[in-house]
């Protein structure tokens, strides 16, 4: 009868052993698969080349990208898949994360339709895609205005979360120049907005002259010289964000407190060399809901 008692605590031991290693394994595979799906956004890994000979860059075991740069030089991320440029026109923005406020100014830039600018003192830095070509993206570069070192935690690109009803209210051609012109948008335009509505510009640069290399947007709340709140990362100490040469459209996300002051005051928009043809504001519809679906065995 011991025999029997002992043979069958055996077997009941090894039993207990295969399931316990089966779930081990199941309870792997399900944190690899959790993995892959939180991280499929990041793409933290392809930036692994700089511009300039005199920058280098160390990737830590954290992930993060430790990056020495030298002035407008850049880290410079290679989005091609089977030497293909990527269709980024499911996403709505890239955005760097920094492991402390950056020293000084930096900007992303995606060919020379895609450029936002960071003001320094910043802890992420995102550069939207909104109404902009993205279909044929190659590289990302990731710029600072002097030598520095920037340790970069990850950098993610965002999906489209929403869908945006849009309403012109102003369209005319205005050439802004070297700031001498500029478009006023009175209080009454700004009724029934909510915050994380958007005001989008659609404009051309001015390239008659060739040695031209920027262009800038400057948005206050008229009548003063404050700036709007949505886009003050992107800010230069003068106040205005620039543009890519190939731009043709500019949003900005509207805070609570822009939108309180705007409809107090209205807009007024001015910048260097840019024609701008329209404004419009976008206000959001919905959000999409992401669906997952779960194996069953």
């Given at each position: 009868m011991s025999k029997k008692i002992i043979i069958f605590a055996a077997t009941n031991d090894r039993t207990m052993k295969k399931i316990l290693l089966?779930?081990?394994?199941?309870?792997?595979?399900?944190?690899?698969?959790?993995?892959?799906?939180?991280?499929?956004?990041?793409?933290?890994?392809?930036?692994?080349?700089?511009?300039?000979?005199?920058?280098?860059?160390?990737?830590?075991?954290?992930?993060?990208?430790?990056?020495?740069?030298?002035?407008w030089g850049g880290l410079v991320g290679v989005m091609k898949e089977r030497n293909l440029p990527v269709d980024w026109t499911p996403y709505e923005s890239i955005t760097f994360e920094f492991a402390e406020p950056t020293k000084?100014?930096?900007?992303?830039?995606?060919?020379?339709?895609?450029?936002?600018?960071?003001?320094?003192g910043i802890s992420s830095l995102t550069c939207f895609f909104d109404g902009l070509?993205?279909?044929?993206?190659?590289?990302?570069?990731?710029?600072?205005?002097?030598?520095?070192?920037?340790?970069?935690?990850?950098?993610?690109?965002?999906?489209?979360?929403?869908?945006?009803?849009?309403?012109t209210i102003w369209e005319d051609e205005c050439h802004f120049d070297n700031w001498e012109n500029g478009i006023y948008l009175p209080p009454e335009h700004f009724a029934n907005l909510t915050e994380g509505d958007k005001l989008e510009f659609i404009f051309t640069t001015d390239r008659t002259d060739f040695g031209r290399t920027y262009w800038?947007?400057?948005?206050?709340?008229a009548t003063t010289e404050m700036t709007l709140?949505?886009?003050?990362?992107?800010?230069?100490?003068?106040?205005?964000a620039a543009v890519g040469r190939d731009a043709t459209s500019y949003r900005i996300a509207l805070t609570a407190n822009d939108i309180a002051k705007?409809?107090?005051?209205?807009?007024?928009?001015?910048?260097?060399?840019?024609?701008?043809?329209?404004?419009?504001?976008?206000?959001?519809?919905?959000?999409?809901?992401?669906?997952?679906?779960?194996?069953?065995?």
């Open positions: 089966m779930a081990l394994a199941t309870v792997i595979l399900t944190a690899c698969r959790q993995d892959v799906q939180e991280d499929k956004y990041n793409i933290t890994s392809k930036f692994n080349v700089t511009y300039n000979i005199y920058e280098s860059f160390e990737n830590n075991d954290d992930g993060s990208i430790t990056y020495h740069a030298a002035a000084i100014e930096t900007q992303v830039l995606i060919s020379e339709k895609v450029k936002t600018w960071g003001r320094a070509d993205v279909r044929n993206v190659s590289e990302v570069l990731f710029q600072a205005t002097d030598s520095t070192t920037i340790t970069i935690k990850s950098v993610r690109l965002t999906p489209i979360a929403s869908n945006w009803d849009s309403r800038q947007f400057k948005t206050i709340y709140e949505g886009n003050y990362n992107e800010l230069n100490k003068w106040g205005s705007l409809k107090e005051l209205g807009l007024y928009v001015n910048g260097y060399y840019v024609i701008v043809t329209k404004v419009n504001l976008l206000r959001k519809l919905f959000q999409h809901e992401e669906t997952t679906t779960e194996e069953t065995q």
